[in-house]
């Protein structure tokens, strides 16, 4: 057992308040006290660690030297807010983290009002904070707005959209650019090289010149400490940056782990600037854990870990997981046919293409955190007669809607969506789930829309999108492990808009699309324990429908239940859509649609999010009874 570290200084340290009386000497030391208290943490709940750990000394220099919450202090990502909020009176709770009823992973405005704004898609920060500052000036509030954003986050459109527009709004921000080079993966793109020229320092000015250059701007004399600082950071960029050229004042590259350095040049900015600046803050990932340092991808996101080996906790799995069996489905496909191509948003391990990206360098892109662009992008490949796969989670696909939308449905071009983390993620919470992809999807004309029931259906389906060249096409897989079935040699080609049967019975009908398929079967146990004889299908295909398999489920039973892990308006509401178009509803069917329940389901374990959202065997049970007017009484597992 690991005792708890010793934080005499830190337990004097509720608020940032309380940050204000300690000596700028003393916050090594409180940085140190923070770090052992975060990695305590997140040895015992899991999560975010690299990212955090490289921002404590960022965190606390900005706490010390601004008014939050007053002044506005914005996570992009929010990932890396943990010491944020255990300097924000959120420490009791640290180790309730991503738990049930926990602190989330991220920032949240419900949490504390020491966050500004809620985060976890990213590169969100510098609109957010462009948007408070304008609003601040706006009903003559006089306060400090600072957004802060990571190099890998820095990739993504929507963060060149707002420096663009704050540099000619010329608007009070400022922008700390934390470069620590890497993403989750490491960062690709030119954006991420020059960034790297820059931190390498292959044009800085001398101390003078860039005192000469701080005094012109911030129309004072240079603090002694900044012009110490500026020597060891090895002085300060030449003019001409790309952010200056954007209208920003640029200030680095300065050591983000040096007090010496941060303090200063956050207190000149704080009391002199006037328009849009950006610092450049160069910092570790990982930072004062050697393991964390050692493997900056490995320890981003993390299981429980044990403090002193850094060895994560790995429960024993019982089948692959899904994202493993589409990387490994990918990278069979890809050696039959030599026009698969994959893309990633910078998520190559998550989607698991980085298989693909091993086995087939040039034929795997990693565009950054583009989604949109990768959207497009792969549609421009699919004029050029390639398979594109585009790869992003049902969460992150909600940024590149428009591009399936524009650039690939209505132009009728083959791009292959494999879309992981349908459904619950469990600990991410609210802003990870996949619960809106067959919503935005199915309604498309022309789109095809699958979800693989477990993981041998997953790999029928990789093969079935590789052969399907007249449209796009989508599946949908959950996080996590398979469902344990064997898998075949190589995927089938399933027909197009064609479900299957798994049981026959004759009273209900349950009518699974995905992964709850597992749960239908159980219940159906139930329900034939019951006396109610049951048959369970599986859809597979949310458009096009199977339009005969529904005539037949609606015509011979008495109770038909559609069942999804997504929202209203999917696969449920097109099945019902189609029933009401025929009459099929019209002679006393009882048909109800089980879907994801209308409200942001908050971080909890998978099997207590089912459970709540009555998505699990019990819930089908009930929801038969419910429709039969029966109550559920001493029936199997589901009482
Ligand atoms: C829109 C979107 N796409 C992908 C992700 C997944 N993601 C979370 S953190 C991260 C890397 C962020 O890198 P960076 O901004 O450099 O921050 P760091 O983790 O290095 O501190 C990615 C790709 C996301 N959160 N949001």
């Known amino acids: 057992m690991t005792s708890l570290p010793a934080t005499p200084l830190l337990d004097t340290v509720k608020l940032p308040a309380d940050l204000k009386k300690v000596d700028d000497r003393d916050l090594p030391k409180l940085a140190r006290e923070v770090r052992d208290e975060m990695i305590d943490a997140v040895s015992k709940t899991g999560g975010h660690l690299g990212a955090g750990l490289g921002v404590v000394e960022l965190t606390i220099a900005i706490h010390k030297v601004f008014n939050t919450p007053d002044d506005r202090l914005i996570f992009d990502v929010g990932h890396q807010c943990y010491p944020h909020k255990i300097l924000t009176g959120r420490r009791d709770r640290i180790r309730t983290l991503r738990q049930e009823d926990g602190l989330s992973g991220f920032t949240r405005r419900a949490e504390s009002e020491y966050d500004p704004f809620g985060a976890a898609h990213s590169s969100t920060s510098i609109s957010a904070g462009l948007g408070m500052a304008v609003g601040s000036e706006l009903a003559g509030k006089k306060r400090n707005v600072i957004s802060i954003i990571g190099d890998g986050s820095m990739s993504a459109g929507m963060a060149f959209e707002a420096l663009n527009n704050a540099g000619a709004l010329d608007a009070r921000l400022i922008v700390i650019l934390n470069d620590n080079d890497m993403s989750i993966a490491p960062p690709t793109g030119a954006m991420s090289a020059y960034l790297a020229r820059l931190a390498s320092g292959r044009a800085y000015m001398g101390v003078r010149e860039m005192g000469k250059k701080l005094t012109g701007y911030l129309g004072r004399s240079v603090d002694r400490a900044i012009t110490r600082a500026v020597e060891h950071a090895r002085g300060y960029v030449t003019g001409g940056t790309m952010f200056e050229e954007l209208g920003f004042y640029h200030i680095g590259p300065i050591d983000g782990h040096s007090f010496d350095h941060l303090l200063p040049v956050l207190r000149n900015v704080r009391d002199n600037a006037h328009g849009p600046v950006l610092i450049h803050v160069v910092t570790q990932k990982g930072k004062g854990y050697p393991p964390a340092e050692a493997a900056a991808d490995k320890y981003h996101g993390v299981n429980k870990f044990d403090v002193i080996t850094g060895a994560q906790a790995k429960a024993k799995p019982n089948a692959p997981s899904y994202t493993s069996v589409f990387g490994d489905a990918l990278v069979q ?38 989604e949109q662009h990768a959207v497009t992008f792969a549609a421009g490949l699919a004029t050029e007669g390639f398979k594109p796969f585009c790869a992003i989670y049902s969460t992150f696909l909600q940024r590149g809607y428009d591009q399936v939308v524009h650039d690939v449905a209505i132009q009728g071009l083959p791009v292959r969506f494999p879309i992981d983390r349908a459904g619950f993620v469990g600990a991410d919470g609210p802003t990870h789930a996949g619960s809106f992809d067959t919503t935005f999807l199915a309604t498309l004309p022309n789109m095809v829309v699958m979800a693989a029931a477990d993981e041998a259906e997953l790999k029928h389906m990789v093969r079935t999108a590789v052969a399907y060249d007249d449209g796009p096409i989508s599946f949908r897989y959950p996080r996590g492990e398979g469902v344990g079935v064997e898998l075949p040699e190589r995927g089938e080609i399933l027909e197009i808009g064609k479900g299957r049967i798994v049981k026959e019975g004759s009273k209900v009908a349950l009518l699974s699309f995905g992964t709850r398929l597992k749960d239908c079967l159980l219940a159906a146990e139930d329900l034939e324990a019951a006396g109610l004889s049951t048959t369970v299908a599986d859809a597979r295909f949310a458009k096009p429908l199977d339009h005969e398999l529904i005539r037949q489920l609606a015509r011979h039973h008495e109770v038909l239940i559609t069942i999804e892990e997504g929202a209203v308006g999917g696969f449920g509401s097109h099945v019902l859509q189609f029933m009401s178009s025929e009459g099929l509803l019209d002679h006393g069917l009882k048909v109800r649609s089980m879907v994801l329940p209308d409200i942001w389901m908050e971080q909890a374990s998978p099997d207590v999010m089912y459970a709540k959202a009555g998505l699990d065997r019990a819930g089908i049970v009930r929801t038969v009874f419910g429709a039969l007017g029966k109550t559920v009484v001493g029936v199997g597992a589901a009482g």
Not at 339 to 354: C, F, N, Q, R, W
Request: hydrophobic share 40%; no cysteine.
């Open 333 to 370: 496909e890809a050696g039959f046919d030599d026009k698969i191509v994959g893309i990633t948003a910078a998520m190559p391990d998550g989607t698991g293409l980085s298989k693909l990206q091993q086995a087939y360098p040039s034929r795997t892109f990693d565009v950054g955190i583009a």
